[in-house]
């Protein structure tokens, strides 16, 4: 399984970062705490783009290269 970090940027409004694929996540809550956890759980479940992005990409190189 690949190795995500979530990074918070910015406090007002928290803003979350996923350091795999730059997806945001922010969050008004208060308190602070409040608003960590709210980003932290949909940072959880929320399913990095790069790979898929990554395959499909390779796929048309591939098929342009061939011809
Ligand atoms: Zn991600």
Redesign the pocket.
């Known amino acids: 399984m690949a190795k995500?970090k979530l990074k918070f940027v910015r406090d007002h409004p928290l803003l979350g970062i996923?350091?795999?694929?730059?997806?945001q996540f922010s969050s008004g809550l208060m308190p602070i705490e409040a608003a960590r956890e709210d980003i932290q759980e949909r940072?959880d479940v929320?399913?990095?783009?790069?790979g898929g992005v990554n395959q499909a990409a390779a796929r048309i190189v591939r098929k342009t290269t061939k011809d």
């Open positions: 995500r996923c350091g795999y694929c730059n997806v940072f929320h399913k990095c783009k790069r």
